[in-house]
């Protein structure tokens, strides 16, 4: 495995977004336990991100826009533990995860990199929904792929491979950086691409399925991936 990063190599950094940018996990439990109380149902965090991480993979392969997916996750949640959740629970759901709070250190990690690299967005989620998340984020990315715009979702090569045509360039020349072994490493990888896996969870019960993927660099956060690649 490398050891350093040579900067010169790449021309652009392709991002995951939710689980790297914004803390998702942290949007999907803030918004989930008080739902389950309304219903009586009491589980730890951890029951949640479990569940949503075997359940969500599953809903995304069926096709549809990530915010029924988000939907038929609780409507799943809600069957697992003996409830109907509402109308008006069902819809909250994907505006909640949209306005999931960024990591303490993506807004500054990204400044650093935007002056240095163009930077893109591979994300499974619909437009209006990036669009709320990007609001926060309040970066300018010289392109954003979402899963509504390829009709698939991440591990799905087209997602990458529509990244890579948008930026004009070739595989070896990007570089992806993600949370999820499952979702970004290893499909990137796949395509010739360098990855970055940022490790949040440090071991901890994560809402990303697993995978056995190998990185060619692990950081704990951006800001020490920022600091690898421009120091």
């Not at 803030?30 to 309304?38: A, I, M, N």
């Not at 915010?67 to 697992?80: I, Y």
């Not at 360039?169 to 490493?185: A, E, K, N």
């Amino acid at each position: 495995m490398a050891t350093e990063i040579d900067p010169d190599a790449y021309e652009a950094l392709t991002f995951d977004c939710y689980g790297t940018l914004v803390d998702w996990q942290r949007g999907i439990v803030d918004y989930l336990q008080p739902v389950l109380l309304r219903h009586d149902a009491h589980v730890i965090d951890e029951f949640i991100l479990t569940f949503f991480s075997r359940t969500e993979p599953v809903l995304q392969a069926a096709g549809g826009s990530y915010a029924d997916v988000l939907r038929d996750v609780l409507r799943q949640l809600g069957t697992r533990l003996a409830f109907l959740p509402s109308a008006e629970e069902l819809d909250g759901f994907p505006p909640a995860l949209a306005a999931s709070p960024p990591f303490a250190d993506t807004l500054e990690a990204l400044g650093r990199l935007a002056a240095r690299f163009d930077l893109a967005i591979v994300s499974n989620v619909d437009d209006d929904l990036f669009a709320t998340t990007n609001a926060v984020l309040g970066a300018r990315f010289a392109a954003v792929v979402t899963a509504q715009q390829t009709g698939c979702y991440k591990p799905n090569p087209v997602m990458f491979q529509t990244a890579l045509e948008r930026l004009g360039q070739r595989p070896s020349q990007v570089l992806h950086v993600g949370q999820s072994l499952f979702h970004d490493v290893a499909p990137a990888a796949e395509l010739g691409m360098d990855t970055v896996w940022i490790d949040r969870n440090q071991g901890a019960v994560g809402a990303a399925q697993d995978a056995s993927a190998q990185p060619d660099w692990t950081f704990p956060n951006l800001r020490e991936f920022a600091d690898a690649i421009l120091d």
